[in-house]
């Protein structure tokens, strides 16, 4: 399968993407949660005790890409987040977690398919970075 005709952005998966893969299940990942439009799994050099990456199941560029006609899309990667931050134990309000889109080189981005980073388990410092 090639990319899509627009660069992946309406729904195709694009061929030489790592999470195109992924998604698709001809790249091995330890997937933690999955539904019609996204798909989570475990980051594979964890920056937290619990590291888990959401992305959605159509190939978006990033996050700097995103226009509002990829807003249910968003609502989805978060609402994932949350699951997979309950799921793992430090969503209540005693505990906490971070969000994280990284954009371009300056931001390490190193895949070009929009992730959603869930960082939890520990306290974490601010600024970040």
Known sequence: M?????????GGAVEDCLFCRIVAGTVPAEVVRQDARTVAFRDINPQAPTHVLVVPRRH???????TAADAEVLAAMVEAAREVA???????????YRLVFN???DALNS??????HVLGGRTFGWPPG
Do not use: K, M, S
């Not at 560029?61 to 995103?66: I, K, L, Q, R, S």
């Not at 309950?86 to 906490?96: D, K, L, N, T, Y």
């Not at 895949?111 to 959603?116: M, Y």
């Open 2 to 10: 090639g990319p899509a005709a627009d660069g992946g952005q309406a």
């Open 60 to 66: 978006i560029e990033n996050a700097a890409t995103v």
């Open 86 to 96: 309950a799921a793992e134990g430090f969503a209540g309000p005693e505990r906490g």
């Open 103 to 105: 954009v371009g080189p």
């Open 111 to 116: 895949v070009p398919h929009l992730h959603l």
